[in-house]
């Protein structure tokens, strides 16, 4: 069974421009997850999409946001890009809700903003 | 706000030392608490889950516990391996979202 993919895997953008990351859940999983994670502040939450909803965010501004299609491939944009948003995004998927299943983490896309 | 503590950031042991990393959290009321392994600029690899209701799971050479009273887990590795080399991260899930410690970096020395 493929495990989670993500595309693409790295990616350079300048200041003020924005950027659009893809995931790919594992066959039969209806939940993603998206993460940021940075030397400074670690692995963070950004947010959950379960069966084309949001269902959880973490404490991001809006220029952040994602969603989620019907074959539960999922989305996320970055708008306005920022120095700081240099980064390691994540994404991970589960059978349903994270809070009861186990998740699965994909390679990653390394986002560089200069 | 959730919490998580490793302790030790730093380990370096011997092949074959049997090892204990630790993991605390501030608030008890989790849903699950997953072990993960990071390899250098890689994504995050599952070992265990352990829901709220468990005290322990196991999977081969590792075997990890959750206190929930006490806000702590710990993952024992037993038998170390040069391969095991890696950075160990516990995470815990409040049912809103996961929150993650910042890790412990395991060096197996053959």
């Known amino acids: 069974k493929a495990g989670v993919t993500q595309t693409p895997r790295y990616l350079i953008k300048t200041r003020g421009q924005q950027v659009t990351l893809s995931c790919s859940p594992i066959?039969?999983?209806?939940?993603v997850s998206w993460y940021q994670q940075t030397p400074g502040q670690g692995l963070q939450f950004l947010f959950e999409?379960?069966?084309?909803?949001?269902?959880n965010k973490g404490n991001f501004p809006g220029r952040f946001s994602g969603r989620q299609f019907s074959n539960s491939r999922s989305e996320m944009n970055v708008s306005t890009l920022e120095l700081g948003d240099s980064a390691l995004y994540l994404c991970?998927?589960?059978?349903?809700?994270?809070?009861?299943?186990?998740?699965?983490f994909g390679p990653g896309t390394r986002l560089t903003v200069l | 706000k959730q919490e998580v503590t490793q302790i030790p950031a730093a380990l370096s042991v011997p092949e074959g030392e049997n090892l204990v990393l630790n993991c605390s959290f501030t608030?008890?009321?989790?849903?699950?608490l997953q072990w993960f392994r990071q390899d250098p600029g890689k994504g995050l690899t599952s070992l265990l889950l352990?829901?709220?209701?468990?005290r322990e799971q196991t999977s081969g050479r590792l075997n990890a516990s959750l206190d929930k009273s006490s806000g702590r887990s710990t993952l024992y590795i037993a038998a170390s391996q040069p391969g095991d080399s890696a950075t160990y991260l516990c995470?815990?899930?409040?049912?809103?979202?996961?929150?993650f410690g910042t890790g412990t970096s395991l060096t197996v020395i053959p």
């Open positions: 991970a998927s589960s059978l349903a809700s994270a809070a009861y299943n186990e998740q699965f």
């Open positions: 066959s039969g999983h209806r939940s």
């Open positions: 999409y379960f069966s084309e909803t949001q269902r």
């Open positions: 608030d008890s009321a989790i849903y699950n």
């Open positions: 352990i829901q709220s209701s468990q």
């Open positions: 995470a815990v899930h409040t049912g809103n979202q996961f929150y």
